[in-house]
Structure formats: C-alpha cells, structure tokens
C-alpha cells in the first residue's frame, strides 16, 4: 500500500518561505511522476507543480504560472522524499498543499498539510 505522508506546512508573512516534504512508502522511482497539488477554500483543488521520471534517473519538472520563478520542486532518490521550497509567498498561496503520486492507472494523495500566509 502506497502511503504519502506531507509535513513542514504553518504560518508565514507574505514574502517569507516555507519547504513542504512528503515522504513516500515506496521508491520514487516506481512512480511515473509526482506532484504538489493545492486547494484553498471555496476552490477546486489544482495543480502547482510536478516532476516527470524520465529515463536514467533523469527527470523534468513543470510549474503552475502562478508559482513560476517563486516555487521549486526537487526530490531525494535516497529518502524517497518530494520537496517543494516555496519562496515568496503571498496571501492567495494560503491553502491546503497535498502531495501526489501516480503510477499506471493508480493515483496516490497525502493528508494534505496547511499553508497559511498573512501579515
């Protein structure tokens, strides 16, 4: 059974930083690709960013426009671990993160962990 597992969510001013994590249960390299996904209230849940397994422990990565530049998503082959630094943070970024998984026809989410940005 896949378990992810998010963690490094708060409070923050805008323009401060936060690094989310999500530990997998499983080798990242079993999934074709992983993601950040988040969903604020009132909202769909929507994506922020994601890395792609390519071949030859190689990967690719794409963002969201709204987080171009600010957000970066990066991963620990050794920890099975998923970051995403998110830097300048802003108001409209305060939202329930979730950590995402897929491989073939099956989707994995986190509990999901809850980034607030206010002054």
């Known amino acids: 059974q896949v378990q992810l597992v998010e963690s490094g969510g708060g409070s923050v001013q805008p323009g401060g930083s936060l690094r989310l994590s999500c530990v997998t249960s499983?080798?990242?390299?079993?999934?074709?690709?992983m993601g950040w996904y988040r969903q604020a209230p009132g909202k769909e849940r929507e994506l922020v960013a994601r890395?792609?397994?390519?071949?030859?422990?190689?990967?690719?990565?794409s963002y969201a426009d709204f987080v171009k530049g600010r957000f970066t998503i990066s991963r620990n082959i050794a920890t099975n671990t998923l970051y995403l630094q998110m830097n300048s943070l802003k108001p409209e970024d305060t939202a329930v993160y979730y950590c995402?998984?897929?491989?073939?026809?099956?989707?994995?989410w986190g509990q999901g962990t809850q980034v607030t940005v206010s002054s």
């Open positions: 995402n998984a897929e491989r073939s026809s099956s989707t994995y």
């Open positions: 499983q080798k990242i390299f079993s999934f074709n690709n």
């Open positions: 890395i792609f397994t390519l071949a030859n422990t190689n990967y690719a990565d």
